[in-house]
Structures are given as structure tokens and as C-alpha cells.
């Protein structure tokens, strides 16, 4: 088994999840279902958590596996990177709990997740490619380098990212 294949499947296996509460806490929010307090306690934390991963798992695909990040991934990137420091800053820092932390980090999601779903979208080809083809170095927007379980692509890892991440903020909010 290949680095590629084994981060691959890691990260295949971490987006099935991440859809998968996704999903739960949705139908929780809309059922009014209660949840676990250790969930509704941590859930800035799960929010850090989700874009520590994604940004590890990003890095690890364009420097250590060298795929070249298309035109849409730099904007996902520019979304989720952030989200870091900005999570980070809100669960341990000392604006810990900050309204204001979580309003730009949720703005964010909401951006990104648009963008990565759309990436998405144009890659299965729902929506046309329009002006994202290659320019110079960089992979062309339609450029599919992770198909895993007939539906994962690294745009489907990045929306189900967002996705969580606004998700747990929503939960966070109520605290806050």
C-alpha cells in the first residue's frame, strides 16, 4: 500500500464520517433531538479539530504527494487555513468563547463550502469547467486526483469539512 493510497483512504474514511454527523446533527437540529452534552460542550473544539485535519490533509497533498492545487483549491485553501488560527484562538486562546471568532469563522465555512461544492460539481461534470481550466503550474479545476468510494473527491472532503465546521459552530452558538 502507497502513502497515497493509505492517505487516501484516511481521509476517505474521515469524510464518510464528517457527512455522516453531518447528517445526525441536521436531523437533531431540525427534530429538536437533544444531543450529548461532552457534543454540545466541545463542539468549537470539534469545529478546530475538523480544520486542523483538513489543512494537514491539504498540505499533505500538495507538498509531500505534489498534486498541484487548481485555481478553486487557492480559494479553498484561503477559507480553510484561517480556520485554524481563528478556532484555535476561540477554544484556547484568550478571547476564548469570542461571538466574534465564531461569526467570521462561520462566514468563512459558508464561502468555502460554496466554493468546494461547487469545485465539485464542475468535476463530475453537473456544471461546466468555464474559466477554470490550468494556468501555468497549477491542475486544472476538472482534474480528479481522489475517487474513493465512487463519490469522494478532495472538493467532496473539502465541502464535507465546511460543512461540519458550520455545523458545529451552529451547536457552538448557542453557547456563546
Known amino acids: 500500500m502507497t502513502l497515497a493510497t493509505s492517505v487516501n483512504f484516511i481521509l476517505s474514511s474521515l469524510t464518510v464520517l464528517a457527512q455522516i454527523l453531518v447528517i445526525w446533527l441536521v436531523l437533531s437540529w431540525l427534530f429538536s433531538w437533544p444531543l450529548p452534552k461532552v457534543l454540545r460542550s466541545r463542539a468549537t473544539l470539534l469545529a478546530f479539530i475538523v480544520a486542523t485535519i ?9 507538498d509531500i504527494l505534489g ?3 487548481c485555481k478553486l483549491c487557492w480559494f479553498q485553501r ?4 484561517p480556520q485554524v488560527l481563528i ?8 478571547h476564548k468563547g469570542s461571538r ?5 469563522s462561520f ?6 463550502a460554496v466554493i468546494a461544492f461547487y469545485h465539485y460539481l464542475m468535476q463530475n461534470g453537473i456544471v461546466p469547467e468555464g474559466s477554470c481550466a490550468a494556468i501555468g503550474y497549477s491542475a486544472s479545476c476538472a482534474q ?17 469539512a465546511f460543512l461540519l465546521i458550520i455545523v458545529a459552530l451552529r451547536i457552538s ?3 456563546v
Do not use: C, H, Q, W
Open 54 to 62: 483538513a489543512t494537514l490533509g491539504s498540505l499533505t497533498y500538495s
Open 67 to 69: 498534486y498541484e492545487p
Open 78 to 81: 484561503i477559507f480553510m487555513y
Open 87 to 94: 478556532l484555535g484562538f476561540a477554544v484556547f486562546g484568550k
Open 100 to 104: 466574534a471568532l465564531f461569526d467570521v
Open 107 to 112: 462566514v468563512m465555512a459558508i464561502v468555502g
Open 144 to 160: 480528479r486526483f481522489v475517487m474513493n468510494f465512487d463519490y469522494i473527491t478532495i472538493p467532496l472532503m473539502a465541502t464535507s
Open 173 to 175: 452558538k448557542k453557547d
